[in-house]
């Protein structure tokens, strides 16, 4: 946490990260946490969106991956296609 020379604390991700997990713990609101910790109600709100995001898509991530091991191979060989969300589609054949 740094001051600056306008009186402003400027916060790294992981000290929000820390502030996020105190809100959480403390089961009130937004507001009357933001107004005990003397915090911004407008940069909390901002933080706890962008920090929110960001976990999500890595939790997707996590969540979607899938471990693919192709059949056993047959006279014919094997193929496998995948069309991913946007658009892009994967082909391996054997």
Do not use: H, Y
Not at 65 to 94: H, I, K, N, Q
């Amino acid at each position: 946490m740094r001051a600056s020379t306008n009186g402003r604390v400027r916060r790294s991700a992981t000290e929000w990260r820390e502030v996020l997990s105190r809100f959480q713990a403390s089961g009130q609101g937004p507001r009357a946490f933001c107004q005990i910790e003397q915090l911004g109600l407008a940069s909390f709100m901002r933080w706890r969106r962008k920090l929110s995001a960001v976990d999500a898509e890595a939790g997707d991530a996590e969540a979607g991956f899938v471990e693919l091991t192709p059949p056993r191979e047959t006279s014919t060989g094997w193929a496998l296609e995948v069309e991913l969300p946007d658009g892009c589609v994967v082909r391996l054949r054997g």
